[in-house]
């Protein structure tokens, strides 16, 4: 039986596509579980909830965490079948199956991590500084791993793939892109956190706390996450009209152009959310722009890498 029949390309495409959906909505429900207080509902237990496969749901806050759970739980499997077919599908060293087995560990360590908050009570009001950071810990692998998985939807109709000259020649400012996503990321666990525990009456008010000498840490602290969004998307706007400049601009622009309208939004959509009190709707809404934002700059990355390759063979194929 040959690999194609064992599962086309166009069928294991589409499957890691719903990977990476799936994975955006767990995602966005595992926040929903934190805003509304729910992610103490299945107790200290994991991967039980309250001890057992399917608890009774004496409340609302059981239920939600149970689903968070069991999406979790499928999405993993998910990723393994994505695994598991890019290494029936296509041969040894194709980005592909590269990016498959990386996202495959991933998600295998953005479960422990959601085990360890589980498991030492980093949940519900706890302020630790333990669970600041691996909350932070948390969404730098989540936006690792969806930018794995897009890497394998974008890789899985290239058969080859060389380092161009693109590529060679943006890729440190690439990474540096992806680095300042990470830090606003970061900065944006720290702001959500610091409403959840300190809620504000007012945007005067929280303002007014967060230049307080006597707020907690997290209060004075996340004021960096508007400034370190500006920061990153002002270099997302400079780097992709830079990339442009090159030989590749006609295979760049069209990706380009989306990476740019997707982060001036996230800014616009912050700025909404700020002024009229952070609704939790508006909350998740603003965290599902981010990871799209994650994924469009992970298609853009893999449009640099491939612009203008795909007649030339790839050293990574011959490596096999």
């Given amino acids: 039986m040959t690999k194609e029949l064992i599962l086309s390309r166009s069928r294991f495409t589409l499957l890691a596509l719903w990977t990476v959906r799936l994975t955006v909505l767990v995602v966005l429900w595992g926040a929903f579980t934190r805003l509304s207080g729910s992610g103490d509902g299945c107790g200290a237990s994991w991967p039980l909830c309250k001890g057992v496969l399917v608890p009774q749901f004496s409340g609302l806050e059981t239920a939600i965490e149970f689903v968070h759970r069991a999406t979790s739980g499928a999405v993993i499997i998910l990723a393994a079948l994505v695994f598991f077919f890019a290494r029936k599908?296509?041969?040894k060293g194709h980005l592909s199956r590269r990016s498959a087995s990386i996202a495959f560990v991933?998600?295998?360590?953005?479960?422990?991590?959601?085990?360890?908050?589980?498991?030492?009570?980093?949940?519900?009001?706890?302020p630790s500084a333990a669970r600041v950071i691996s909350l932070s810990a948390h969404l730098v692998n989540t936006f690792l791993l969806i930018s794995a998985q897009t890497s394998v939807v974008f890789f899985s109709s290239r058969d080859r793939v060389v380092s161009t000259a693109a590529w060679i020649r943006l890729r440190s400012y690439l990474i540096f892109g992806f680095v300042l996503l990470c830090i606003s990321g970061i900065a944006g666990v720290v702001a959500a956190l610091a409403n959840m525990l300190h809620p504000s009456g007012s945007l005067a008010a929280g303002l007014q706390a967060?230049?307080?000498?006597?707020?907690?840490?997290?209060?004075?602290?996340?004021i960096l996450h508007p400034i370190f969004s500006l920061i990153g998307v002002g270099y997302l706007v400079w780097l992709t009209k830079y990339a442009t400049s090159g030989a590749c601009a006609s295979q760049l622009y069209g990706r380009g152009r989306l990476v740019r309208a997707v982060a001036v939004g996230q800014i616009g959509l912050g700025v909404i959310t700020l002024a009229i009190g952070g609704m939790v709707p508006l909350?998740?809404?603003?965290?599902?722009?981010?990871?799209l934002l994650v994924i469009a700059f992970a298609a853009f990355c893999a449009d640099v890498l491939t612009a203008n390759s795909s007649e030339t063979a790839l050293a990574l194929d011959s490596a096999a």
């Fill in 283 to 291: 909350k998740l809404l603003h965290l599902l722009v981010a990871d």
């Fill in 210 to 222: 967060d230049f307080a000498s006597d707020s907690p840490l997290l209060v004075r602290l996340r």
């Fill in 106 to 126: 991933l998600m295998i360590t953005e479960a422990i991590l959601g085990a360890v908050l589980v498991i030492f009570g980093w949940v519900d009001q706890n």
């Fill in 89 to 91: 599908v296509f041969p």
